[in-house]
């Protein structure tokens, strides 16, 4: 799949527009610290399934977050929440996933939820 980007490191999705491989891919030293966390200590990865592995979870993103695209343009709304996310992941047949990323996300919410409050607070302290 990196082969098909062209030696020019773009990618043509043939409407015009051109998008740098290196804006496309998630950076490689992401996903290395991600799968050395999977494997024992010693391990080595190739060059070669580092950057299989970055052109797999780019495109497993881009699909995901492309259902979750046309589920919003359907609803007539223009913001992809984590919700869509879940939702395309689950239209996708990824359903296992779902319920995992829903705990995370209400988690997230709570957190975000905490700070906002914290900083009315500190906010109106000021005042």
Known sequence: MAEDAGASGSNN?????????????LPIANVCRIMKQILHPN???????KETMQECVS???S???GEASDKCKKERHKTVNGDDICSALAT???DEYA???KRYLGKYRE?????AEANQDH???ID
């Open 99 to 101: 319920p995992p990323l």
């Open 63 to 65: 699909f995901v977050t």
């Open 43 to 49: 391990a080595k990865i190739s060059k070669e399934a």
């Open 59 to 61: 495109e497993f993103i």
């Open 123 to 125: 906010n109106s302290n």
């Open 13 to 25: 999705d043939g409407d015009g527009s051109s998008i740098k491989e290196q804006d496309r891919l």
């Open 111 to 115: 957190l975000e939820g905490d700070k």
């Open 92 to 94: 996708l047949g990824f």
